[in-house]
């Protein structure tokens, strides 16, 4: 387009006049190909901030940004096609077990995964930590695997929907990231063009999430259902608490460790709750129904552990990471103990929590910082349970001698708490 074209859709938008499918489709071309500068793009972005898309407007976006490269062709693997999201949090993990869990009940899983920004770790930080294991799969690797064993996952390509990567680093340029129609266009073109016809999305809410109040998680959750809806995918909600660390473990390689001792079935508390409960309805979404009682099996039996090390091993992973916990290890480790009166514990602050985990050099403040995939905290209380003088709260992996203030994210109370729901909407 030339630039007089780029003016009039930038105005349109300003304006808040409803813009066709053609203008949005100019966007994502724009965005994909340069043929805007970085200004108009920027400038459309805040109009659309300030201006925010309807539904409809939303799914004639996502259709376009999807369209602006290649798309996975799934033709041949064994259906449902599926995808699973999260909206990231601190000692989020659930790819690693959800992947293989629903990979063992025959679905087909085929994934793009991110790195992490601020709090919130990506996968590929995570996989990263395993010796071997690759992430830079190309579109046709993806799929041959996934037709020899179910699943594929790597990290994000140009290829696949340009026009996000162009338009999600501008959005964190321009204090733009925050509109709920333009993370839904970011997050379902991106399952578009992975071929995914039904995607479960789990929104988290809470200190140690993007979205921290219930209102705005279950707003966004309803946008990427109907926008869903309306571009075609089956997608599936559930929104979660991240007020509190997901599991125990907060760090890249700790993380692993603790996703595989959840596939082997050695693991319990709200962590597998999730993946149990994530399993069992995205079954049920895709017409396969299964059991909780199913879905433990397959974790304590060993199919989903089966699973996993078929993937890892597709992926050049050094696989004796199942047997051994002795990699990827930090150099020191600090325990933090409770230094009051016994009570019960009223709040784990999971923002300061990834905080200190940013700290320790496990997370990035930008995308250009490089992490330890060694280091971070593991948190060994929850909500609601009795604490004593001198009980150990935190365990945390140093690369040296500096431990973060992580204590004052506890609170502790004389009367008995009844922990909150992991399950929120």
Same mark, same amino acid.
């Given at each position: 387009?030339?630039?007089?074209?780029?003016?009039?859709?930038?105005?349109?938008?300003?304006?808040?006049?409803?813009?066709?499918?053609?203008?949005?489709?100019?966007?994502?071309?724009?965005?994909?190909?340069?043929?805007?500068?970085?200004?108009?793009?920027?400038?459309?972005?805040?109009?659309?901030?300030?201006?925010?898309?309807?539904?409809d407007e939303t799914a004639d976006l996502t259709l376009a940004m999807a369209a602006s490269g290649k798309r996975l062709d799934l033709t041949g693997l064994p259906k449902p096609w599926l995808d699973k999201h999260?909206?990231?949090?601190?000692?989020?993990?659930?790819?690693?077990?959800?992947?293989?869990?629903?990979?063992?009940?025959?679905?087909?899983?085929?994934?793009?995964?991110?790195?992490?920004?601020?709090?919130?770790?990506?996968?590929?930080?995570?996989?990263?930590?395993?010796? %071997?294991?690759?992430?830079? $799969?190309? &579109? =046709?690797?993806?799929?041959?695997? +996934?037709? @020899?064993?179910?699943? !594929?996952?790597? %990290?994000?390509?140009?290829? $696949?929907? &340009? =026009?996000?990567?162009?338009?999600? +680093?501008? @959005?964190?340029?321009? !204090?733009t990231v925050g509109s709920i129609p333009l993370i839904t266009s970011s997050i379902l073109s991106k399952k578009i063009a992975g071929g995914a016809e039904t995607v479960v999305i789990d929104v988290k809410c809470g200190s140690g999430a993007f979205m921290r109040d219930l209102s705005s998680a279950k707003e966004l959750a309803h946008w990427l259902t109907e926008v869903g809806?309306?571009?075609?995918?089956?997608?599936?909600?559930?929104?979660?608490?991240?007020?509190?660390?997901?599991?125990?473990?907060?760090?890249?390689?700790?993380?692993?460790?603790?996703?595989?001792?959840?596939?082997?079935?050695?693991?319990?508390?709200r962590f597998t709750e999730l993946c149990v409960h994530l399993a069992v309805s995205t079954l049920a979404e895709v017409g396969r129904p299964a059991s909780e009682a199913e879905?433990?099996?397959?974790?304590?039996?060993?199919?989903?552990?089966?699973?996993?090390?078929?993937w890892f091993a597709a992926q050049g992973a050094d696989i004796s990471v199942f047997e051994s916990e002795n990699w990827c290890i930090a150099p020191h480790v600090h325990e933090v103990s409770w230094p009051g009166e016994p009570g019960w514990v009223k709040r784990v602050d999971a923002g300061q929590v990834g905080h200190a985990?940013?700290?320790?050099?496990?997370?990035?403040?930008k995308k250009t910082d490089t992490i330890d995939p060694s280091?971070?905290?593991?948190?060994?209380?929850?909500?609601?349970?009795?604490?004593?003088?001198?009980?150990?709260?935190?365990?945390?992996?140093?690369?040296?001698?500096?431990?973060?203030?992580?204590?004052?994210?506890v609170q502790v109370v004389t009367e008995q708490i009844v922990p909150c729901s992991l399950f929120l909407g």
């Open positions: 387009m030339v630039a007089m074209d780029a003016v009039t859709v930038i105005s349109h938008r300003r304006d808040g006049l409803v813009q066709s499918a053609a203008e949005l489709r100019a966007v994502a071309e724009a965005a994909a190909h340069g043929t805007w500068t970085d200004d108009q793009l920027a400038a459309w972005l805040m109009a659309a901030y300030l201006r925010p898309l309807t539904l999260s909206t990231g949090g601190v000692g989020d993990k659930t790819t690693l077990v959800l992947l293989p869990l629903l990979a063992s009940f025959g679905l087909t899983m085929v994934k793009m995964s991110g790195r992490g920004l601020g709090i919130t770790g990506g996968t590929i930080d995570k996989l990263e930590s395993v010796p %071997g294991f690759r992430i830079d $799969l190309t &579109p =046709a690797e993806m799929v041959a695997q +996934a037709s @020899r064993i179910g699943l !594929a996952l790597t %990290g994000q390509t140009p290829r $696949l929907a &340009p =026009a996000d990567g162009k338009l999600y +680093a501008l @959005r964190d340029v321009t !204090a809806r309306r571009a075609g995918l089956r997608v599936a909600t559930h929104v979660t608490d991240m007020d509190q660390p997901l599991g125990r473990c907060a760090g890249n390689a700790l993380e692993v460790r603790e996703a595989l001792a959840v596939l082997a079935g050695r693991e319990q508390g879905v433990r099996q397959a974790l304590v039996g060993g199919t989903a552990l089966a699973k996993a090390k078929e985990v940013v700290h320790l050099g496990g997370g990035r403040e280091v971070g905290v593991e948190t060994l209380v929850a909500v609601g349970d009795k604490v004593e003088p001198g009980q150990t709260l935190f365990r945390v992996h140093t690369a040296g001698q500096d431990v973060p203030d992580i204590l004052s994210a």
